[in-house]
């Protein structure tokens, strides 16, 4: 019989409560973020002080912790989170999950041994893309939850990186680390920990009003003998949000459906659907079955359910240590604590007589039985010693202390990192790039532009065009379609590729093109900057959510100088059911009549881009350092004109419009 793979079951934990909940459901190891740079800053989280002792209990029973460090990080925040690196790398800390590109190769070379995991925030959908984060010193990478079994079957069979995957808890509609919805609508940053979830809101295209943004929770309880056939290494659970309860409750349907090696019965799926679901789950992407059936918001229905079921955590049992100890007169006093197969054994000086009163045996129990403070209770104690010795208390504290150290830490060299922020290499050339999203829009004379990006499947032959620009998401299977495109393109002499993605890179210099770096990369700071150059990019068009102060650090480099910027990119068509997938374009209203233009593109997946475009013509002066990036979206021919027109003569606007501040 061949070896039944066993996936690790990746729990969330918000708080201590949770903590100690999912180390009573059984989880192999647990996530958890600190009170910076960390996706869930809503959480109550840990602290620097109390991460330690989290790492300490979750060790002595036998799990794993992973902390996120998962957010877009500034340059001036760096050295912080180096300092943070280096205590959470003394603390013996697992793994890390990172997400900004710069971070990952920046705690690569500082910390040679620290293991990082790429977060789900890296948008990792294709082979290529985790190829990309596992030579850049990623152990693991988590997938994106869009992902299709046989997508995600055809990655974990090519690959020697490990796979973590979500199995149940909240979707994003979009795909992770391309939404700029919450900063585009009140200034939350997603990609910095502090979403506001309006995708929870309701929204309304041909007047037609409804949660079309709103996704089920997923679940995967019903695939799991699936997802353990393909070899995913852990099923990650959601919920760093949610409450010990949840965690206990979910935490152990899914220990129990691992070990049983089976999928959920309709009673688990009930259970799993009481301790909180959005009008029942969802699988649709896992089976590829995209439909409105996804959506669900948390009903009334859903709360009563939630308060009837009862969750009891039970107590969680300390491990019991045995404790061995020597005090031989003339040699060196011997601690031994054992505990599950582990074990530390630490030295005191040599054990000498005593003067006035010898240490009675019982003394010497007493010293070394007081775990309290520890995750640890006494269990077997046994003292060889000799007559009339004398050992101090306060040694025999201490080398209790030393072993109960030496047994839950790694003995890991502290580490002192020191930042040098390395140049960037930015091309001195400055260079006016511009995307338009319909070809057809694009004005008789663009000579204002050195580069005029389409997406590769809507490219023809045009003079006007003299580069492409790659969708935002190419799964596997979509590679051959588009390697045509590419290759049609090269063909027709196009120069200039526009890439999205770490999984698009080495496609596109096959091909040859001269690749600019679209801001899906989310590039903040200059170790991110620097990595995509040394890629091989010209180019790179920053993060529209970096500040002019911000953007100071990467003068030649590219900025967003007009347009309106994508704040989704969704795999499911929120168009469906309004407008109708014929057309598959319209206007995505909120509450407060703000008009979103949301397009199908490549492969039906969608673009919603901002209610209103960056505007900088009158400004242009401030951003007079850096290459200038275009989106031309809705707008028509005419106005596509009359922008070029407005920033060549810097004329000012009379739409609604936001700055680069
Ligand atoms: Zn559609």
Redesign the pocket.
Known sequence: MKNKHIPELLCPSGDMASLLGAISAGADAVYLGLDIFNARIRADNFTLDNVSEAISLCHAHGVKVFVTLNIAIYEKEIPLLLEYASRLWTAGVDAVIVSDLGIITLLREHFPELEIHASTQCTAHNLDGVSMLQKMGCKRVVVARELDKKNISYIKSNTSAEIEAFVHGAHCMSVSGQCLMSYALGGRSGNRGECAQPCRLPYSINKKQSYMLSLKDMSLAPHLSELSDIGVDSYKIEGRMKSDAYVYGVGSIYRRLIDNGRNAEKGELRTLEALFSRQGFTDGYFKGAIDSSMLGVRSEDDKVRTSNIATDIPELKKPQITVSARFVLGEKATLTLRYSGKSATVYADIVEEAKNAPMSKEDIIKSLSKFGQTPFELGAIEIEKSDNIMVRVSKLNALRREAVSKLLSYGREPIDPIYKPKSICASKDKIRSAFFLDPDKIPDDVSYFDRIYVYVDRYKRDKRINGIALPPVIFDNEWTSIEKMLEKAKNDGIKYALVSNIGQIERVKKYGFISQANFRFNAFNRPCVRFLHDLGFDSVIMSPELSLRQLEDFKGESVVAYGKIPVMTTHK????DSV??DK?KGYMKDRVDAEFYAE?IFS?R?VIFNSVPVYMADKIDEISSFSHHFIFTDESKDECAGIIYAYKNKIKSLKGFRRIK
């Open positions: 068509c929120i168009l469906k109708g997938c598959c199908g039906h969608n």
